[in-house]
């Protein structure tokens, strides 16, 4: 059974940081595409940041130069570094695994944890 649990989130003043932290379980975890995704209230659930499974890493503009994506495969882990933390990323914070084979796409998903910034 695939499991990706998210931990790291939490309050924290604008301009503080947090890393968020996804263990996965279940799946072979260094073949896997991870991501973080987002959603605030009232808004879609939007693409933060990926990594593939070759190291090679995608950020959202938004947050380029602020937030760093990276996986350690030994502890099937993949973190989201943030800094210099603004009130507009406050949201649920989603971990995602994608990988897409002979028998098409598969994603799984985490429960979120919740990220919010204070002004």
């Known amino acids: 059974q695939v499991q990706l649990v998210e931990s790291g989130g939490g309050l924290v003043q604008a301009g503080g940081s947090l890393r968020l932290s996804c263990v996965a379980s279940?799946?072979?975890?260094?073949?896997?595409?991870m991501g973080w995704y987002r959603q605030a209230p009232g808004k879609e659930r939007e693409l933060v940041a990926t990594i593939t499974s070759g190291g090679n890493t995608n950020i959202l503009d938004s947050v380029k130069g602020r937030f760093t994506i990276f996986r350690d495969n030994a502890k099937d882990t993949v973190y989201l570094q943030m800094n210099s933390l603004k009130p507009e990323d406050t949201a649920v914070y989603y971990c995602?695994?994608?990988?897409?084979?002979?028998?098409?796409?598969?994603?799984?998903w985490g429960q979120g944890t919740q990220v919010t910034v204070s002004s």
């Open positions: 995602n695994a994608h990988q897409t084979s002979w028998s098409g796409p598969f994603d799984a």
């Open positions: 279940g799946i072979i975890f260094s073949i896997y595409n």
